[in-house]
């Protein structure tokens, strides 16, 4: 990328650690991380016009989450703390990761974008 004066660098974080979800301190810490990997590196390869960003997604539903954590409690929350009153599935996702990527994206760098629906 450098040598090409050209590139984008998607990072994926969480919007685990924002929320203070407890019981998976490792989790979380890492997540937290690529906020800090993400804005260290927009700032490094800047100059080479290399772009940098992370996508912090909510929960969405891949058939992992569904299988694992789902329940009708965690259902219920959901659908009461996003702004969004649906599901969000892996598509989703992938749209936003193809628009950072592209040239349509060409200004934004050095940023977190959260994809949770609006959780609060």
Same mark, same amino acid.
């Given at each position: 990328m450098? %040598?090409?004066?050209?590139?984008t660098i998607i990072n994926f974080g969480s919007v685990s650690w924002m929320a203070a979800q407890g019981g998976m301190a490792a989790y979380t810490a890492a997540k937290s991380a690529v906020l800090g990997l993400t804005r260290s590196l927009a700032r490094d390869y800047g100059p080479y016009n290399i772009r940098v960003n992370?996508? %912090?997604?909510g929960w969405i539903m891949t058939q992992r989450q569904i299988e694992k954590w789902l329940t009708?409690?965690?259902?219920?929350?959901?659908?009461?703390?996003?702004?969004?009153k649906r599901k969000f599935v892996p598509d989703e996702i992938a749209r936003f990761t193809v628009f950072l990527a592209s040239d349509e994206a060409s200004a934004c760098t050095n940023q977190q974008?959260?994809?949770?629906?609006?959780w609060v």
């Open positions: 450098q %040598a090409a004066n050209t590139g992370a996508i %912090a997604p009708p409690e965690n259902e219920r929350e959901l659908m009461q703390r996003q702004c969004l974008y959260i994809v949770d629906g609006g």
